[in-house]
């Protein structure tokens, strides 16, 4: 049983921010500050990836451990169970066709975990930079 009523949980759930987040905030101006310089939430690129560098053909998203179905981490709501099945699983799919699309392309995907940058954040900004790197040579 939920603790909040319908209505302030959907109050909460419409608070849900999509894009610039905290973790998203605290890792862009980290690889700011290491001079890695890039774009955020991109809107001309499919799935507005979290951070964009075009002239590597490079693109970063950083997904939510909920909201992306962590296999790890993933603890599936109690109440209103079908929706929740149905809006996770769309999102996985979508996540799916972005990657496909942006293969076909011939562009650098990474998608990293929310829990692997909250783990270990200084491994995590290495990670990235090492695979914009990567996508340079």
């Known amino acids: 049983m939920d603790r909040h009523t319908k209505e302030q949980r959907h109050k909460n759930m419409q608070a849900v ?3 610039k987040t905290k973790l998203e905030n605290l890792v862009c101006e980290n690889l700011w500050s290491k001079n890695v310089r890039f774009r955020r939430n991109v809107k001309d690129l499919p799935g ?6 075009k002239k590597y053909r490079v693109v970063i998203f950083i997904d939510s451990c909920f909201w992306h179905k962590c296999p790890i981490h993933y603890k599936a709501p109690a109440t209103n169970t079908e929706f929740w099945e149905n809006k996770i699983t769309g999102n996985m799919r979508r996540d799916e066709d972005v990657n496909a699309i942006y293969k076909d392309m011939g562009w650098n995907i990474l ?3 929310e829990h692997e940058i909250k783990t270990n954040f200084d491994a995590s900004i290495e990670k990235i930079i090492n695979f914009i790197q990567s996508a340079k040579n």
């Open 17 to 19: 921010k999509n894009k």
């Open 48 to 53: 507005k990836p979290d951070i964009a560098i």
């Open 111 to 113: 998608r990293i975990w």
